[in-house]
C-alpha cells in the first residue's frame, strides 16, 4: 500500500452541484515531493484537504499510512501524519511568542513538556529560526513567519506536510527561504511534500508534479515530462518555466528547465554560429 492513496475519490461541495474531483484514483510514495499545479479552482486546495481531513471524500476513499482520512476516530493519528502550512503567514499565528507558537500544535496533540521543548528547539533550528525564538512572530517577514508555520508542523513529528500556496504571499527572498527549508526537509528528513504552487520554476524542483483540470489528473510525472506537454500545459490554463519558454523561442525544442540548463544550450548555440561563420 502507498503512503497516500487516492481510491476513485469524487468529491462536491453541499452548496453546489458542480463536481470538483471526479473519480481520481492516485497514490504517493513516502519520500515523494510532489508539486500540484493547476488553474483558479482547479481543485488543488480540495485535493490537500482531504489529505488531512479538512474535508471528506463524496465517494471513494483517501488513505494515508492506511488511516482512512474519513473516519473521525483516528483523526489525531492523521493529524499526527498531515501538517498544512496555507497561504497567509499572519492567518496561522496562534501565540505572541515564536517559540510559544511552534509549541501549541504538540501540545495539542499531548505531548509531554520536556518532549515538547526539545521538539521545538529542533524544529526551529532546521527552518533557521532558532535565534528568534523569544521574539513575536507578529514583527518577522513573510518567508520567516512562514518557516515558523512550517516548525510550527515539524514539532508534531509529521510524516507528510502539505504546503498549499504557502509562498504565494512572499517576496522572492522568502519564497527562497520556504522552498530551500522545505527541500531540505524532503531530502534529509524524507519527510513526503505536497506542493501547491502557481509558481512553475517552484514545480521544476519537486521530483513529481500532477496537473489538475477539468476534476481529474490531467499530467502526472517528472517536471520535465509534464512541462514538455507544452499544448495542454497552455491549455489548462498554465505556463511552462521561462527557460523553456525562451528556448521554444530559439527554435530549441527541448524542455529546458532551468538558468544553468538554459546557458549551457545557448553557450552552445552561440559556438556553433561562432564555427560557422555567422
Ligand atoms: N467552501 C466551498 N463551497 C463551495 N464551493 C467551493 C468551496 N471551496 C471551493 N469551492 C469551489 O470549488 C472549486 C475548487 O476550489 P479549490 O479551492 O479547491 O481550487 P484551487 O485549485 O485551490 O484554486 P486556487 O488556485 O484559486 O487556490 C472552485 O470552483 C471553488 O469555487
Ligand atoms: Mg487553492
Given at each position: ?12 461541495y ?41 474535508l ?22 492523521l ?21 510559544e ?28 529560526m532558532?535565534?528568534y ?7 518577522l ?9 512550517i516548525?510550527g508542523?515539524?514539532?508534531m ?8 500556496e ?8 522568502g519564497r527562497e ?59 489548462v ?5 521561462q527557460?523553456?519558454e525562451?528556448?521554444r523561442?530559439?527554435?530549441?525544442n527541448e ?17 556553433n ?6
Amino acid at each position: 500500500m502507498s503512503f497516500i492513496e487516492f481510491k476513485n475519490v469524487s468529491f462536491n461541495y453541499d452548496e453546489s452541484e458542480k463536481i470538483i474531483l471526479n473519480n481520481i484514483s492516485a497514490s504517493f510514495e513516502k519520500g515523494d515531493f510532489v508539486a500540484v499545479l493547476g488553474h483558479n479552482g482547479s481543485g488543488k486546495s480540495t485535493f490537500a484537504k482531504l489529505i488531512n481531513g479538512l474535508l471528506i471524500a463524496k465517494s471513494g476513499c483517501v488513505t494515508v499510512d492506511g488511516i482512512d482520512a474519513s473516519d473521525e476516530n483516528t483523526r489525531i493519528d492523521l493529524l499526527q501524519r498531515v501538517g498544512m502550512v496555507f497561504q497567509n503567514p499572519d492567518n496561522q499565528i496562534v501565540a505572541s511568542i515564536v517559540e510559544e507558537d511552534v509549541a501549541f500544535g504538540p501540545e495539542n496533540l499531548g505531548v509531554q513538556p520536556e518532549e515538547i521543548r526539545k521538539r521545538v528547539d529542533k524544529a526551529l533550528k532546521t527552518v533557521g529560526m532558532y535565534e528568534y525564538r523569544k521574539k513575536s512572530p507578529h514583527n518577522l517577514s513573510g518567508g520567516q513567519k512562514q518557516r515558523v508555520a512550517i516548525a510550527g508542523i515539524l514539532a508534531m513529528n509529521p510524516q507528510c506536510i502539505i504546503m498549499d500556496e504557502a509562498t504565494a504571499m512572499l517576496d522572492p527572498k522568502g519564497r527562497e527561504e520556504v522552498m530551500s527549508s522545505v527541500k531540505e526537509l524532503n531530502e534529509q528528513l524524507g519527510i513526503t511534500i505536497i506542493y501547491i504552487t502557481h509558481f512553475m520554476e517552484e514545480a521544476t524542483l519537486a521530483k513529481r508534479v500532477i496537473v489538475l483540470d477539468d476534476g481529474g489528473i490531467k499530467l502526472d510525472g517528472t517536471p520535465k515530462s509534464v512541462f514538455s506537454h507544452y499544448d495542454t500545459i497552455k491549455e489548462v490554463g498554465l505556463d511552462v518555466p521561462q527557460p523553456y519558454e525562451l528556448m521554444r523561442k530559439l527554435g530549441v525544442n527541448e524542455c529546458v528547465l532551468n538558468a544553468d540548463e538554459c546557458a549551457s544550450i545557448l553557450e552552445g548555440l552561440i559556438e556553433n554560429n561562432v564555427d560557422s561563420g555567422n
